[in-house]
């Protein structure tokens, strides 16, 4: 399967990430070391995390979802230095320096793993001065327990403040960024925040490809949503042009016989700002998507009646 440069961080990604926070959630310990298996043996090799998976659900105090791929590659799921590992630190309690070192070890215990090959700043943190922040994830690269940093949910203001401090400091650049983006949700990215990506030759992986599951058309109306781990999310989506966007997609489907998260998928694949989307599976049949959508290849007249639906 075709890698693709990850900015300058020096890593080499399959076209697809998995989205690591349905494990411990919606997928129990058992389907999670099926799912990455699987992932694996279809050439792929990035997973998804952090260390506030899931703590959203009731019990859970976060941790779960890294715990998790760390008993997959205790257990032999694939070699390490096979597997691309991504997780992110500092959505519920900040990014100051002491947090990153806690958080970091704590992080690498439960992944069972000497090191993290890409961690991110889970978003901004205004209270914490970016030098500080920076200084502690250079640190961590100097440690050798991480390869490479990035950062989540930052806008263009935010990166390139982070990027300025790092030109004149000479601390460790954010070389990654990961922004929401997908056929519904896209001002978020589309714009300064993506221009400010190429111009400095910054990776992107992208989270929520799928809208939270209202890309693959089960979704219609708010009825659909009822009793769906992710009804909070999918309702926001369920409107007018929603609806619209559904109905390109339909109609790309009935030309293609693809399924509609494989349109999605494939859609972000085509867009050269995205380095490679982020996406989540909780069973085979839903992971087999991945695949189908590295394989399909929409024409320049398809991404443009998608582009249309959902300006």
Not at 54 to 82: C, F, M, N, P, Y
Not at 116 to 141: M, N, S, V
Not at 148 to 173: E, F, H, M, W
Not at 227 to 234: K, L, W
Request: proline content about 2%; some cysteine.
């Amino acid at each position: 399967m075709e890698k693709r440069a990850l900015g300058r961080t020096g890593l080499s990604l399959a076209p697809i990430v998995f989205g690591g926070n349905v494990f411990g959630w919606t997928a129990d310990e058992k389907t999670s070391f099926q799912l990455l298996d699987a992932f694996f043996d279809a050439g792929f090799n990035t997973i998804d995390t952090a260390d506030v998976y899931s703590a959203w659900v009731v019990g859970h105090q976060g941790g779960e979802s890294e715990t998790i791929i760390g008993k997959w590659l205790k257990r032999g799921g694939v070699a390490r230095d096979k597997a691309i590992i991504v997780s992110k630190v500092g959505y519920d309690k900040g990014l100051k320096a002491e947090r990153i070192a806690e958080a970091v070890d704590a992080s690498l215990r439960r992944l069972q793993t000497d090191y993290i090959d890409l961690y991110l700043a889970h978003k901004p943190d205004a209270e914490t001065p970016i030098e500080e922040t920076l200084g502690a994830f250079t640190k961590l690269k100097e440690q050798g327990k991480v390869r490479a940093i990035g950062c989540s949910n930052y806008d263009a203001p935010d990166l390139q403040a982070a990027l300025d401090v790092s030109a004149k400091t000479g601390l460790a650049r954010f070389d990654v960024v990961q922004p929401e983006y997908n056929l519904y949700t896209r001002e978020r990215f589309e714009g300064p925040l993506a221009e400010l990506t190429q111009k400095e030759d910054i990776g992107v992986i992208n989270y929520y490809s799928l809208a939270a599951g209202f890309l693959t058309g089960k979704y219609r109306s708010k009825a659909d949503t009822e009793g769906v781990a992710r009804s909070y999310r999918v309702g926001d989506y369920v409107n007018t042009r929603g609806l619209t966007i559904l109905g390109a997609m339909d109609t790309i489907a009935a030309e293609t016989g693809a399924k509609l998260a494989d349109i999605a998928l494939a859609w972000l694949l085509r867009k050269k700002t995205v380095t490679a989307p982020i996406a989540s599976a909780t069973s085979l049949s839903q992971l087999e998507s991945f695949t189908r959508a590295v394989n399909l290849k929409l024409t320049d007249e398809m991404v443009a009646i998608l582009d249309k639906a959902g300006a």
